[in-house]
């Protein structure tokens, strides 16, 4: 089977990026974070209202090798309220419907075992070409939309995704207690283990120690908003009012060595929308870096914007030195991830991921000699890969196969 994606052209913020100073880049990234932006009254899957803008991802952890991969934190809109499921088995045709629940079968957590649909049943309906749906049925589904609106995705997505990534799937289901359809009650963030957490980036960050007041107002800012939202914040928003909140310490640290020519400190939001910049350009030149090492050098670059400049222009060393098959192409002001684009997203489609959570160490094979692989050998390349076997597009030529089988049998 021949996979095919059409090579993306630069998009006009990508060639906006280039024609400004990454210190223009990291004021804009600073201020620029857009607001919740409630269209509805009611209550999605999640909990937030319908239509909410929503901060998703999560914290960049270190993956093999030392290479960065997760999601890198995206913009979303809540879509998915109960009935949801329904709706969608509604839209769907019998071939459609089958496709669906086989894939839903096979994500651990999401059914008791008892009432996770077998390759035996599904294949007794398929004969009959109705295709029944059960309540057990719509709320699997509808806890895949939860999840999808948790990580911003559509359901159709989040179902491959969790398909590729069954750990995930195991720990969101599990945790969530979304087999019955209902979430678990998930308790506050304790203050202590809060305050401590204050305390350790204070000292990390900033060689200084968090007072009372300041670990019993950041540990009361985070309760509330669990408080608010029903249930726990993102890995992504707890790390803004973190920065946020070493933000407010650093101006009283570093006071006496301010240049307000040269610094983003005075501004609110820098440091986090500092430490995102600098953090999807080391994810885009695919450079591997540790988070305290980030947040250092992030701190560094709202006290200078010389000294952003400078971590900047290093990344992008460190990249041609790493990529010698597409120097080139970073020498022009393209990073690795955009002149790599379409082999981003043969790799994102035959593995069911989104693009940007693509670890660019993955197409090692492609840049690491003298020339770029060429892209029909990069497309059979992926059957080779040892988790091919966990390709959305290979396990539905199995099941092809096997509908095949069943098919000729029956008749």
């Known amino acids: 089977m021949t996979i095919t994606t059409p090579k993306p052209t630069p998009s006009p913020s990508s060639a906006k990026k280039r024609n400004i100073s990454p210190s223009q880049e990291a004021e804009q990234a600073a201020s620029s974070v857009p607001k919740g932006t409630q269209v509805s009254g009611k209550r999605g899957l999640t909990g937030a209202p319908l239509g909410t803008k929503i901060l998703v991802g999560q914290t960049v952890a270190p993956g093999p090798e030392g290479a960065m991969k997760g999601p890198q934190g995206v913009y979303a809109t809540t879509q998915y309220e109960s009935g949801s499921g329904a709706i969608a088995f509604a ?11 086989a894939k839903l079968a096979q994500i651990p957590g999401l059914y008791s075992k008892k009432q996770t649909p077998s ?7 398929a004969a009959t070409g109705i295709i029944p749906v059960r309540k057990e049925d719509t709320d699997a589904l509808e806890n895949v939309m939860r999840y999808a609106d948790t990580v ?26 979304t087999k019955a359809g209902t979430q678990k009650k998930i308790p506050l963030t304790p203050a202590d283990a809060l305050a401590v957490e204050l305390e350790q980036t204070f000292m990390d960050y900033l060689d200084v120690k968090a007072d009372k007041k300041e670990k019993a107002a950041y540990a009361k800012r985070i309760n509330e908003l669990e408080k608010k939202r029903g249930g726990s914040l993102t890995s992504l928003e707890r790390q803004q009012l973190l920065l946020d909140t070493v933000q407010e310490k650093a101006k009283g640290v570093f006071k006496d060595g301010i240049d307000e020519a040269d610094t983003l400190l005075m501004r609110k939001g820098a440091l986090g929308g500092t430490y995102n910049l600098l953090r999807e350009a080391y994810r885009d030149y695919g450079i591997p870096v540790d988070d305290k090492t980030l947040y250092k050098q992030a701190i560094g670059a709202v006290r200078s914007k010389q000294a952003l400049d400078n971590t900047l222009n290093k990344i992008s060393l460190q990249a041609e030195v790493a990529m010698p098959a597409i120097k080139p192409y970073i020498q022009q002001g393209l990073t690795p991830r955009e002149a790599l684009g379409s082999y981003i997203g043969l790799y994102s489609k035959f593995m069911g991921v989104p693009e940007n959570q693509v670890d660019l160490n993955k197409l090692a094979p492609v840049f690491s000699g003298d020339k770029v692989m060429p892209y029909q050998d990069w497309e059979k390349y992926l059957y080779t890969l040892p988790e091919a076997e966990k390709s959305p597009i290979v396990k539905e030529q199995k099941m092809n196969d096997y509908r095949t089988l069943i098919r000729n049998f029956i008749g």
Request: hydrophobic content about 50%; glycine content about 10%; proline content about 2%.
């Open 119 to 125: 390759i035996d049943y599904l294949t007794r309906v």
């Open 91 to 101: 839209s769907l045709d019998a071939q459609e419907k089958i496709n669906l629940l």
């Open 152 to 177: 911003g995705l559509d359901y159709k997505a989040a179902v491959d995704n969790l398909l590729a990534d069954p750990a995930a799937a195991q720990g969101f289901f599990d945790m969530g207690g």
